[in-house]
């Protein structure tokens, strides 16, 4: 009896002792994923406060060609080649018998890198389009001199209303609007048959930045009624444009300029000669 006591004692003493360290070693596996997901954005953070005068964002929807642009800045060696862009922002891999970039999957981490652009150093930060990255995108246009907004020429028709509140959230930025912040929207993947034209796209962009901001300026007035001051304050703040009238990009305080552009046809024909222009003269400003 005294034995089968004793041996009952020690097993539960073993299985005590091994949910303990169980437990201690799930906690400091936890704590360790923590710190390895935040060193990075804290480090790349830190570096960007000291870069505020060269920082280019580079925004927009997903899979609109944001990483395959941001690839073709930082690389030098890679903008007079080609790149595969079916998928977007899912892959980038340029086609050439010379050493190829990195192909990369779907954007969920932010991109960082400066790279030399015409004689002006720049920060390019490319911000994944994926909406848990709102913050970041918002936080990173305090920072920025200038901003790249991405979209897919041949997909816009249907993301047309979703494309346009988050280059609304852009515009409507007090970053942005306070600095005046140049914006050149790319009208990428020119090289797809269904793709529209700069004009045409801009003209979208316009109708729907116009009935968006019909639709805010009805719910401020909603909120005005409930007496929440506050929110109704901070939805009148962000109105684009002119009251009264329809809205057009030409009405805003910082520049927003149009391109088209494709990373599949190289350098020239594909605009990136224009882009890194633009880059550098928003630096140099």
Same mark, same amino acid.
């Given at each position: ?18 949910? #303990? ?30 870069? $505020? ?29 080609? !790149?595969?862009?079916?998928? +977007?922002?899912?892959? $980038? ?13 779907? !954007? ?19 911000? @994944? +389009?994926? @909406? ?13 001199? +200038?901003? #790249? ?5 041949? $997909?816009?028709? =249907? !993301?047309?209303?979703? $494309? ?28 797809? @048959? ?17 009935? #968006?901001?019909?639709?805010? =300026? ?36 910082? @520049?927003? =300029? ?11 024909? +594909? ?15």
């Amino acid at each position: 009896m005294l034995l089968l006591i004793v041996l009952g004692s020690l097993v539960l003493l073993v299985l005590t002792t091994w949910y #303990l360290l169980n437990k201690q070693s799930a906690k400091i596996s936890s704590q360790g994923i923590a710190l390895a997901a935040g060193a990075p954005a804290a480090s790349l953070l830190s570096k960007r406060r000291g870069s $505020t005068n060269n920082a280019i964002l580079i925004t927009g929807p997903t899979q609109s060609g944001k990483t395959s642009l941001w690839y073709y800045l930082r690389f030098p060696t890679s903008r007079n080649r080609q !790149s595969n862009e079916n998928d +977007g922002d899912k892959t $980038t891999k340029l086609v050439s018998s010379k050493p190829s970039l990195p192909e990369t999957l779907a !954007s969920m981490a932010i991109n960082t890198a400066e790279s030399d652009i015409h004689e002006a150093n720049a920060l390019l930060i490319d911000i @994944p +389009g994926h @909406p848990k990255f709102k913050f970041d995108r918002d936080s990173h246009l305090a920072l920025a001199k +200038g901003v #790249l907004f991405v979209v897919d020429s041949s $997909t816009i028709s =249907q !993301s047309l209303r979703a $494309t346009a509140e988050v280059l609304y959230e852009v515009l409507a930025n007090k970053h942005v609007q306070e600095k005046e912040c140049p914006v050149l929207l790319l009208c990428n993947k020119q090289d797809e @048959p269904s793709s529209l034209s700069n004009v045409r796209i801009k003209a979208m962009l316009e109708d729907e930045i116009n009935n #968006l901001r019909a639709s805010r =300026q009805a719910s401020t007035r909603s909120l005005g009624h409930n007496d929440d001051d506050a929110a109704a304050d901070d939805k009148a703040a962000d109105f684009l444009g002119y009251d009264g009238k329809k809205f057009s990009f030409e009405d805003l305080p910082n @520049p927003v =300029q149009f391109n088209e552009s494709s990373m599949l046809v190289g350098h020239d024909a +594909g605009g990136l000669e224009h882009i890194e222009r633009w880059i550098a003269d928003t630096i140099h400003s």
